[in-house]
């Protein structure tokens, strides 16, 4: 059952071609070609030493959901959440996002949420923390998940 798939974390520097390929694509699909927004998807955060991309895979090697955690200083950030069109209401972001939040250690996570997400969103404790805005023509919010404080 696609559920019961592993998950897979990388740096950059650890993604083989086809993981990198596979991770791409997905996004493209989603967010570019899906969404019919002409973006640039390549952003040059993926590459950087503090970036973890975390995926489910099919036993084929295609990637069916990703997401990725930024370091933003002190605090991190989870993006580019995606699932294939095939592999939706398995809940396989769901996975991904509460293994992205593990992976911040209790530090404050922030999110750019596309609007109809804010409940999604907001089942793993994330609060809205600012106005809408519109980014590439898709109605947007800003969400943080607060970190705990050192020292308790």
Known sequence: MTDLLPLQVASFGELTTGQLYGLLRLRVDVFVVEQACPYPELDGRDTEPGTL????????????????????????????????????GRGLSARLVSRGIEL???????????????????????????????????PHLPMRLAGSVPGQ
């Open 53 to 88: 991309h975390v995926w489910v895979q099919d036993d084929a090697g295609t990637v069916l959901s990703c997401i990725r955690v930024l370091e933003n200083g002190e605090d991190r950030s989870i993006g580019r959440v995606a699932t294939a069109v095939s592999a939706r």
């Open 104 to 138: 911040c250690a209790g530090r404050q996570v922030d999110i750019g949420a596309q609007a109809y997400l804010e409940g999604w969103y907001e089942r793993f404790g994330f609060r809205r923390s600012g106005p809408d805005y519109v980014e590439d023509g898709i």
